[in-house]
């Protein structure tokens, strides 16, 4: 009994670590990456290649002045960051990172823990988000923080749909909402669900992007027009908070599109972790891309769009995928 | 129930005014009802200010007006001062101006043309354009060794001769620039978002262009046929060979796609003059008016009383008051000058294309929401030390 209470605390701890950890140096990948493409050298001066840029970062945010505005609801305030942050870790809990493994003489599995109904509880947990940033836009008693907040919940909300219904079709399929049996299910290349599943993959990866607030769909914290949004009054640690809770949704998107889409853990030669972190930090780079790209929505287009292209076609792909598993089905 | 709007106050800090402007905002949800600009937060009394100033040692005032075009300014007070005293600069002044002038156009619309796609998300773009207007500034750099206030048009010709490595850089600049253009052009011109973005923003009928008497980019956008280098040529511009780029609904789209071809056709003249460059004398010769040059001061004594008795006492002008209007990159720039016949200018009095230009934000933002506001600022291309003088 306490073998198993002290192998969890230590997987926990090092699942937050690594998670934490990975967090701040997306922001140093996104630095880097972004400067490269715009013919700039970002960091360089923190470090080798500016590796000590997160750990710099941090000290500094660190040790600046914690300014709570006079207008702001200050127990909200407060706890926003907090909210916001806590969800985006949570996600990791069901995510399998690994196959299952040995060491020293314990078998440990790959997975902090395997919930069988995993795939929805990322999803109730990832909708509780939203309430962070309403609540961080309400309380701070700014007219642009308040846009940002309403922004943000609009945003959210309607994405949330075909977020949700996009991994219907891998559900249908995989018959299961464990995410470990999922990973299992994909062992070969071509089991993999982006295959089988493509549209709800582009559709998935699409709202991901909506749900993390990333350019093209940053409308929450639109630099140019809200001055930041919902975190404009925020500094010092919260905001700080803020921002890695971000990228901390980053990486919980990459993750469970991973997981659902690309198979996980799964690869030859390499070890399963590294696949895994092959994957997410694939995703990563892809959003950097997009932002190094691509100009920004507008507040009514972005609803539009996803109410008028990504709910209908994750509507029809839902039904198509319910349909094709019942013919397949009726016909074994 | 009763409806109320919400105030927003949209600057003078804020990332997307361009510096200090101010627009109260009255929003309904997101959509604009009212927009009322506040300008002046930049006021520096820069025509007060040549006012007491000799005629020549006013030039460095008008670089910091529009700064990101300080050659437009510096062409358009010197040829005002030449219309005044009445001097007829030599022939290779002539094209050297108009060189440096359409080089500080592309220049202005670099800067116009990354801070606008910067507005509405697409980050890169700006870093692209200001690693091009680079190129520029180190041209502006050989040529009188200032980046941006140059102050290198003088009246009556320029500071110094035009550096040895002058063609070089500038047969490099035509060079890569084309292709440069096309690269913005794959990351905008049929990037969906950003069409989504700019077609049917802000948009500016030809008869409310007229009315607001907008100038450059912003009336030309509209499909009004007007710009100066063609309608009242100045400093040779008779010479070139060049077409005016044309909008035709006056979106912001319309103006992007204008702007674009303006820095195409400004390559253009660009390539005319430094073909055809004459060659000649820096400078007029105009005793008492003009500097003579270095060598003359040496071994003259004539050059070196009229070069003392310049620096120390300036020149005196004629009783009278001329106006010169050019074409800058954001529109028409119009000095206006009174003279009482003393060595300093009675009175000067600037028409900036940007403070007219965005007289009409209301109009290109109300009704709209917020975002388009932005996309408005924008895409009207205001420096705001010009507006505000």
Redesign the interface.
């Known amino acids: 009994m306490l073998e198993i209470i002290i192998i969890g605390t230590l997987k926990v701890i090092a699942v937050v670590v690594v998670v934490l950890t990975c967090c701040a140096y997306s922001t140093l990948l996104e630095r880097k990456v972004?400067a490269y493409?715009?013919?700039?050298l970002g960091p360089i001066y923190a470090g080798p290649w500016g590796l000590m840029q997160p750990i710099a970062d941090g000290i500094k945010l660190m040790f600046k002045e914690d300014i709570v505005p006079d207008r702001s609801e200050r127990l909200m305030f407060m706890l926003a960051p907090i909210v916001s942050f806590i969800p985006a870790l949570l996600v990791f809990a069901v995510v399998p990172f690994s196959s299952d493994f040995s060491m020293f003489g314990y078998e440990i599995k790959g997975v902090l823990s395997d919930l069988n109904i995993g795939v929805l509880y990322i999803f109730a947990i990832t909708s509780l988000s939203v309430y962070g940033l309403v609540l961080a836009g309400w309380s701070s008693g700014s007219?642009?923080s308040l846009?940002g907040g309403i922004r943000s919940s609009a945003q959210m909300i309607s994405y949330e749909l075909s977020y949700g219904l996009s991994i219907v079709g891998v559900i249908l399929f995989a018959n299961t909402l464990s995410m470990t049996e999922i990973v299992n299910q994909q062992a070969s290349f071509w089991d993999m669900f982006i295959f089988r599943q493509p549209l709800a993959f582009l559709l998935f990866l699409t709202c991901g992007i909506a749900e993390t607030n990333r350019?093209?769909f940053?409308l929450p914290e639109?630099?140019?027009?809200?001055?930041a949004g919902y975190h404009t009054e925020y500094s010092s640690m919260r905001f700080a908070t803020f921002f890695v809770a971000e990228y901390g949704y980053m990486l919980a998107v990459s993750s469970v599109a991973t997981t659902l889409f690309l198979g996980g853990w799964q690869g030859p030669f390499l070890p399963p972790v590294i696949w895994f972190l092959i994957k997410v930090f694939g995703f990563m780079f892809f959003y950097i891309w997009l932002?190094?790209?691509?100009?920004?929505?507008?507040?009514?287009?972005l609803m539009a769009f996803g109410w008028k292209v990504l709910f209908p076609l994750a509507l029809a792909n839902t039904m198509g995928t319910a349909l094709w598993v019942l013919l397949t089905d009726s016909v074994n | 129930m009763e409806q109320k709007t919400?105030t927003?106050?949209m600057g003078p800090q804020?990332?997307?005014t361009h510096g200090v402007l101010r627009v109260i905002l009255e929003v309904d949800g997101?959509k604009i009802v009212k927009a009322t600009p506040v300008v002046g937060y930049l006021h520096t009394g820069i025509e007060k200010t040549m006012e007491s100033k000799l005629y020549y040692k006013a030039i460095p005032c008008t670089d910091r007006m529009d700064y990101l075009a300080p050659m437009s300014n510096n062409l358009g007070y010197c040829l005002a001062v030449e219309k005044l005293m009445d001097i007829e600069v030599p022939e290779k002044v002539k094209w050297a101006r108009v060189c440096l002038a359409e080089l500080s156009r592309i220049k202005s619309h670099l800067v116009w043309l990354g801070t606008h796609?910067?507005?509405?998300?697409?980050?890169?773009m700006s870093?692209?354009a200001f690693?091009e207007r680079e190129m520029i500034v180190d041209i502006y750099e050989a040529c009188g060794g200032q980046r941006m206030m140059t102050t290198y048009i003088r009246i009556g010709g320029l500071a110094y001769d035009l550096p040895p490595d002058f063609e070089k850089l500038v047969r490099k600049f035509l060079k890569e620039m084309p292709a440069r253009l096309d690269d913005y052009e794959t990351?905008?011109t049929n990037?969906q978002?950003?069409i989504?973005?700019t077609k049917d923003v802000a948009v500016i009928s030809a008869e409310d262009a007229i009315n607001w008497s907008l100038s450059g980019p912003m009336l030309r956008g509209s499909g009004v046929k007007q710009d100066l280098r063609k309608d009242n040529p100045y400093s040779g511009y008779e010479n070139f060979d060049f077409d005016i780029a044309l909008g035709e609904t006056g979106d912001a789209y319309d103006r992007y796609k204008l702007r674009l071809e303006e820095m195409r056709q400004s390559l253009r003249i660009i390539q005319q003059a430094i073909d055809g460059m004459p060659s000649g004398p820096y400078r007029a010769h105009v005793p008492g008016v003009v500097l003579p040059p270095k060598e003359d001061i040496l071994h003259k004594m004539e050059s070196l009383i009229f070069h003392f008795k310049l620096i120390t006492d300036g020149f005196k002008s004629p009783k009278g008051a001329v106006y010169q209007g050019i074409e800058a990159p954001k529109g028409e720039l119009g000095f206006y000058i009174s003279s009482d016949g003393t060595n300093r200018p009675n009175r000067v009095r600037v028409r900036p294309p940007s403070f007219v230009n965005l007289a009409c934000l209301p109009v290109l933002c109300e009704g709209s929401?917020?975002?388009?506001?932005?996309c408005a600022i924008g895409t009207i291309d205001i420096v705001l030390g010009e507006v505000d003088r």
Not at chain 1, 37 to 40: E, L
Not at chain 2, 117 to 124: N, R
Not at chain 2, 369 to 374: N, Q, R
């Open positions: 972004l493409m715009q013919h700039r007219k642009y846009l350019l093209p940053d639109c630099e140019s027009e809200l001055a932002r190094a790209t691509f100009p920004r929505f507008r507040y009514d287009q | 919400l927003l106050n804020h990332p997307a997101e796609a910067m507005d509405l998300g697409a980050v890169s870093l692209y690693r990351l905008l990037n978002i950003f989504r973005r929401l917020i975002s388009d506001a932005v």
